[in-house]
């Protein structure tokens, strides 16, 4: 049996058996050609079911924006509920649930409360592949999607393609699958994209996930790392050797961290992070990803053994690692101001 790499974060894309489907998974995965997501925007609803909103004309022109955006989308069928960030309260949402289409289909809409744009269009259903020939080519279809952010975006339209680079692939003939990649400064950013997938045949957009932060009152740290990437590699180390006697010198590198001549730094657009440290340059990291190999050395690479890979991302001037995973512990910077957060408003 090959090697398998068992990633820790889900996939991009799913195939399911007995049929292969589509299914958005919003992360950024950092380069066209990498095969490991990356860290996820987690934005997970609260323990509390959503807040229904009993006077909703407050919401009238989102609504209506919703169906200029997405014709097929029934205004009747609009019901907003409100919900906040588990992690940060703070940030709150409009949301509307299994809103319908006129063929009967179910969508889930995410929309920022206090900007009202629209921030996530999701089918409740995974997408099917089709047999027959598709209608539209992938330039068509970026063709389309662009149409869609000119109408999303307004006056801010342009300065979204000036930061962006723009991926678009085919998915079984069936679907275009559009993704704006960030940069700033000719660094891509760890999070943050604009995600959308449009149908080969209809044209629609079936699918659209944004991750777009304001920074137009953000500073940045310097573009040139102070860390170097096999410096940040023996951090990695030494903090799991010191934490973890049972993994101590098995660490084995994959993908970008193969070759440190090649690497390329990113800018750490961790939602969390730029709540708190808004005061703070937006800060550069390395991105390292590692297997942890434990297994009998008399074991061929064939013999099945699986491995699991891990993340770890390192600030890229100061060293300090701001989120790794590993067998036996876990570092994520942004609980330190999570846990900050709820001790003082439980003061």
């Known amino acids: 049996m090959s090697r398998k790499i068992i990633i820790i974060f889900l996939a991009a894309i799913i195939l399911v ?25 987690t934005v997970t609803p609260t323990n509390n079911p959503p807040e229904i909103v009993k006077n909703d004309t407050e919401f009238d022109s989102v609504k209506e924006r919703i169906v200029e955006l997405f014709p097929n989308i029934l205004l009747s069928s609009l019901t907003p509920t409100q919900d906040c960030d588990s992690q940060i309260p703070e940030i709150r949402y409009i949301l509307y649930e299994n809103a319908l289409t006129e063929k009967g289909e179910k969508y889930d809409i995410k929309v920022d409360y206090e900007t009202r744009e629209i921030r996530s ?28 952010l000119k109408k999303l975006k307004g006056d801010r339209y342009d300065e979204v393609i ?12 069936t679907y275009a699958d559009v993704r704006l990649k960030r940069f700033h400064n000719d660094v891509q950013f760890y999070i943050g994209s604009i995600h959308l997938i449009i149908d080969l045949k209809t044209g629609e957009v079936a699918e659209f996930y944004q991750r777009w932060p304001d920074f137009k009152n953000s500073t940045f740290s310097s573009p040139e790392p102070e860390i170097t990437p096999d410096e940040a590699k023996q951090i990695i180390e030494t903090t799991i050797n ?17 070759n440190s001549e090649t690497m390329e730094p990113y800018w750490y657009s961790n939602y969390v992070l730029l709540w708190y440290e808004k005061d703070m340059p937006v800060r550069l990291v390395w991105r390292i990803d590692f297997t942890v190999n434990t297994k009998d050395e008399t074991e061929t690479e064939d013999s099945g053994h699986n491995f699991t890979l891990y993340t ?30 709820s001790e003082g408003s439980a003061t």
């Open 242 to 258: 010191e934490k973890d006697s049972e993994t101590r010198g098995c660490i084995k590198y994959y993908y970008d961290s193969v």
């Open 17 to 41: 058996a007995a049929g292969s489907v589509l299914a958005i998974q919003h992360t950024d995965s950092l380069t066209e050609n990498s095969t490991t997501p990356t860290e996820t925007e």
């Open 162 to 173: 000036e930061e962006s680079h723009i991926i678009t692939k085919d998915w079984e003939n």
């Open 121 to 148: 269009y999701r089918s409740t259903e995974p997408q099917l592949s089709r047999s027959e020939e598709p209608e539209i080519s992938l330039e068509e279809a970026e063709e389309i999607a662009l149409e869609f």
């Open 312 to 341: 770890a991302v390192v600030d890229a001037h100061s060293g300090e690692i701001l989120s790794m995973t590993s067998p036996n512990f876990r570092i994520y910077k942004p609980n330190e101001y999570i846990e900050s957060a």
